[in-house]
Nanobody
Framework: VQLQASGGGLVQAGGSLRLSCAAS????????MGWFRQAPGTEREFVAA????????NYADSMKGRFTISRDNAKTTVYLQMNTLKPEDTADYYC?????????????????WGQGTQVTVSS
């Protein structure tokens, strides 16, 4: 599975960005998809996950109400809509794919990773 993330950039606090992650190499609907992020000097952390057909989504507490994960299986793409961005959201954002049947917030459950896209939120 190859994952290509895009959509990062520089945005002011309170602004929005939408990240995309295009997948190839495997039937997309067989994959649970997730987003993680890593700020400089910190460990990678879970952001959101979505089930294979999009029926179930899950978020880290600090992202609930601000971030929305979605997927388009026809386009083999997963999205992360980020609203009301804060400077503490600054990080490299990674999409990940799992062949498991349920979502997980553990990065150990995700075998496939994209290259990361940088998000910088200025105050």
């Amino acid at each position: 599975v190859q994952l290509q993330a895009s959509g990062g950039g520089l945005v002011q606090a309170g602004g929005s960005l939408r990240l995309s992650c295009a997948a190839s190499g495997r039937t997309f609907s067989s994959l649970v998809m997730g987003w993680f992020r890593q700020a400089p000097g910190t460990e990678r952390e879970f952001v959101a996950a979505i089930s294979r057909y999009g029926a179930t989504t899950n978020y880290a507490d600090s992202m609930k109400g601000r971030f929305t994960i979605s997927r388009d299986n026809a386009k083999t793409t997963v999205y992360l809509q980020m609203n009301t961005l804060k400077p503490e959201d600054t990080a490299d954002y990674y999409c990940a794919a799992s062949s498991g049947s349920v979502w997980s917030k553990s990065e150990l459950e995700y075998a496939y990773w994209g290259q990361g896209t940088q998000v910088t939120v200025s105050s």
